[in-house]
């Protein structure tokens, strides 16, 4: 059996929520781990589990603002990956190693929150693609342009 070398990323997820397109793939960069609930992750993290090679945790509209500051407060010392909370409406907060080595915590808009994804290779792209085709299309005009000399 061959050994999976890809980092993991934990997902707490609510299922009664639509699903992401979570590129899960046995070719994607990441090694996803899906979990139907916050319990089971709080628990992943404070067992083992952390310890091996997880590189993020992704709470995605499966917590409270509450419950995940109180995930932040009771990370073990040695964990350096980031920690995302995404709220409903797909905005959320990112915790990440600061260069100090402690902890920073940044406000991230829904589009901050989809290029997050995507720049880690976490997602597929198929939802933002369609989104990108549905926008309108902006046309700029600007005023002719005279030089004066």
Known sequence: MKQDSRRITLISRDPSHPDRDWDNSGGSRNR??????????RSAISSQLVQL????????RATSAGEYLTLLASLPPTFNGDVILIREGD????????RGGGRVLYALSASDVRFYLEMHGLVTGCVAIG?????????????PLRAVV
């Open 91 to 98: 905005e959320g907060f990112l915790s990440a190693t600061g």
């Open 131 to 143: 989104k990108i085709s549905a926008m309108p299309v902006l046309e700029w005009t600007f005023p």
């Open 32 to 41: 996803m781990v899906l979990l139907d609930s916050f319990f089971l992750l």
């Open 53 to 60: 090679d997880v590189e993020r945790v992704i709470l995605d």
